[in-house]
């Protein structure tokens, strides 16, 4: 210890290496995230626009059919086609929600395990520094206890002897 420099400091260096890269891995991780959001929240917005396409063109073509008396079989017919398509559409959509919200959890969980890692990291890195300034305390007070000691010498040596 008396070669004034702190015998833990290339662990402090190490655990503040590890720190930055855990702090990467975390902004890293809540870009994802954000990215897994926009997709759902896009995804979803999709949906709605289906759902509402849907029940527009239901509601549109059977008040259309019904205007000139009734409907032919072969309009009925298209009709019905039409809103099984648009239905499988919707289906897509919402399959594709579900997906888009797996990703979103799954970024979570990643975001969530990287934010637990740069703590723990930001902990470990904290305890060394207490030990450092713990350290350097104990070494000020040396030095200014070596100063005393030289001061008491040097007034010894001057002072008369009787």
Same mark, same amino acid.
């Given at each position: 210890?008396?070669?004034?420099?702190? %015998? &833990? *400091?290339? &662990? +402090?260096?190490?655990?503040?290496?590890?720190?930055?890269?855990?702090?990467?891995?975390?902004?890293? #991780?809540? /870009? +994802?995230?954000?990215?897994?959001?926009?997709?759902?929240?896009?995804?979803?917005?999709? $949906?709605?626009?289906?759902?509402?396409?849907?029940?527009?063109?239901?509601?549109?073509?059977?008040?259309?059919?019904?205007?000139?008396?009734?409907?032919?079989?072969?309009?009925?017919?298209?009709?019905?086609?039409? $809103?099984?398509?648009?239905?499988?559409?919707?289906?897509?959509?919402?399959?594709?929600?579900?997906?888009?919200?797996? /990703?979103?959890? *799954?970024?979570?969980?990643?975001?969530?395990?990287?934010?637990?890692?740069?703590?723990?990291?930001?902990?470990?890195?904290?305890?060394?520094?207490?030990?450092?300034?713990? #350290? &350097? +305390?104990?070494?000020?007070?040396?030095?200014? #206890?070596?100063?005393?000691?030289?001061?008491?010498? $040097?007034?010894?040596?001057?002072? %008369?002897?009787?």
């Amino acid at each position: 210890m008396s070669n004034g420099k702190f %015998p &833990l *400091e290339p &662990l +402090r260096t190490v655990r503040d290496i590890r720190l930055r890269a855990l702090e990467n891995e975390l902004k890293l #991780w809540r /870009e +994802r995230h954000h990215a897994a959001q926009a997709e759902r929240d896009a995804a979803n917005e999709r $949906l709605s626009q289906a759902t509402f396409a849907r029940q527009e063109f239901a509601d549109r073509a059977w008040t259309g059919m019904f205007a000139s008396g009734s409907p032919t079989a072969l309009a009925m017919d298209r009709y019905e086609r039409h $809103l099984s398509l648009l239905d499988h559409d919707i289906e897509q959509r919402r399959v594709e929600l579900d997906a888009r919200e797996r /990703e979103c959890a *799954e970024a979570l969980e990643q975001l969530e395990g990287a934010a637990a890692a740069w703590r723990h990291a930001r902990g470990k890195l904290d305890a060394v520094d207490e030990m450092k300034q713990g #350290w &350097l +305390r104990e070494m000020r007070g040396r030095i200014e #206890w070596n100063e005393e000691q030289n001061l008491e010498e $040097l007034f010894l040596r001057r002072a %008369p002897m009787q």
